[in-house]
Every structure is written in C-alpha cells, then in structure tokens.
T-cell receptor, first 112, second 114 residues
Framework: DTGVSQDPRHKITKRGQNVTFRCDPI?????LYWYRQTLGQGPEFLTY????????KSRLLSDRFSAERPKGSFSTLEIQRTEQGDSAMYLC??????????FGQGTRLTVV | AQSVTQLGSHVSVSEGALVLLRCNYS??????LFWYVQYPNQGLQLLLK??????LVKGINGFEAEFKKSETSFHLTKPSAHMSDAAEYFC????????????FGQGTELSVKP
C-alpha cells in the first residue's frame, strides 16, 4: 500500500469557480478525514466519514463545501464559488476505526 | 473541550544538540496525544502517540515524548539533532479520544544549524 493519496497536489483557480479534490485512503481504513491548513497554522478538522456515512461536519465547513465518500472508498471534497479565503492546503487522512490517522500529501489550493 | 498550546513558534538548535519542543494540552477526559512532523509542502507524518500505559513514548527518528498528567504536558525530545530534523512539528490531542479527529497546536518550526 502506498499510503493516502491526494489529487491534484496543486490547484490554481479563479475566484468564483468550483473545484473538486480527491482522496484515496489506505485500503483497509474505514475512516476518512478532511482537514484544512492555512499558512503558519496547524490543520483544522473539517469533516469525517465512517465507511460511506458522513458522521460529523465542523462549523468551518460552510454551505459552499461538500464532501462525499460514495462507496466507502475514495472521497471527494468540492468547493463551490471559491473565495480567496479558501486558499489553503487541504489534507486528507484515514484510519482504521479509532486508531491513529495517516495523512496524505495534501492539495494546495490557490484562489486568484 | 480539548485544546493544545505549543510554546515557541520557532526553535533553533545546533546539530548534535538536544531538541526540546514543548506542548501543553487541555482535556476533560484522559487524552490521546500525538506528535506529527511536516516537511515543506508535504503532508503530516506521525512521529509518536500516547493513548494509555507507559508515559514515556518512543517514536521514529530517535524522538520521544513523556506524558505528564500533573503538568498537562507532552513535550517532544531528541538527544542529538540532525540536519534532517529541520521541519515543522505539530502536537495534537484527539477529539473525544478518536484517533483521527484531532485538534492541533499552531506548530513549532525547528531549525538545525551546522
């Protein structure tokens, strides 16, 4: 297993456009997490899935953000009508049940 | 509610010197605690974790941390710094003791001088 994989690694988009990121977790992991990290800060929890069910969403996750994990495997995070404040590193992590999380390399989003 | 405070946003040591990165936490339940390392434009790599049991935890790359309940601390140490240790280090506490739901500190950037 090559670990948690995220695509793309970098994304530059114009304000107002929609973007979608993909995360492929470690294959035997049933939990998947999304985090956002802005420059100079620690990552902040956004949402998590157990299998295909989205169990929790942070208040940070505005209505413009939506995440899915349709078959309990890969996950997508979509941001609609992007704003400059959405510029950040978006990190995906996975775990097996309640054990420690393993992180992907992240997707760096720049909104211009 | 849980929280994490990392004392010192930047620490500089000489190669071969002791590394000490400080972390204090707040938790209403016995905490699960983690240290992660992040290299530039990379994701986070788990260095070590404390859940229950032995309070001195050994991790990868020669790092270790000690859980001190009385001081609500989980400081990270390494006896001898190497140039390759230069990176950003994050302390984290799990939310409701779920391993992947984490609250992170603001991070400490470690520089290693030759």
């Amino acid at each position: 297993d090559t670990g948690v994989s995220q695509d793309p690694r970098h994304k530059i988009t114009k304000r107002g456009q929609n973007v979608t990121f993909r995360c492929d977790p470690i294959s035997e992991h049933n939990r998947l997490y999304w985090y956002r990290q802005t420059l100079g800060q620690g990552p902040e929890f956004l949402t998590y899935f157990q299998n295909e069910a989205q169990l929790e969403k942070s208040r940070l996750l505005s209505d413009r953000f939506s995440a899915e994990r349709p078959k309990g495997s890969f996950s997508t995070l979509e941001i609609q009508r992007t704003e400059q404040g959405d510029s950040a590193m978006y990190l995906c992590a996975s775990s097996f049940e309640n054990t420690e999380a393993f992180f992907g390399q992240g997707t760096r989003l720049t909104v211009v | 509610a849980q929280s994490v405070t990392q004392l010192g946003s930047h620490v500089s040591v000489s190669e071969g010197a002791l590394v000490l990165l400080r972390c204090n936490y707040s938790s209403s339940v016995p905490p699960y605690l983690f240290w992660y390392v992040q290299y530039p434009n990379q994701g986070l790599q788990l260095l070590l974790k404390y859940t229950t049991g032995a309070t001195l935890v050994k991790g990868i790359n020669g790092f270790e941390a000690e859980f001190k309940k009385s001081e609500t601390s989980f400081h990270l140490t390494k006896p001898s710094a190497h140039m390759s240790d230069a990176a950003e280090y994050f302390c984290a506490v799990s939310i409701d003791n779920q391993g992947g739901k984490l609250i992170f500190g603001q991070g400490t950037e470690l520089s290693v001088k030759p």
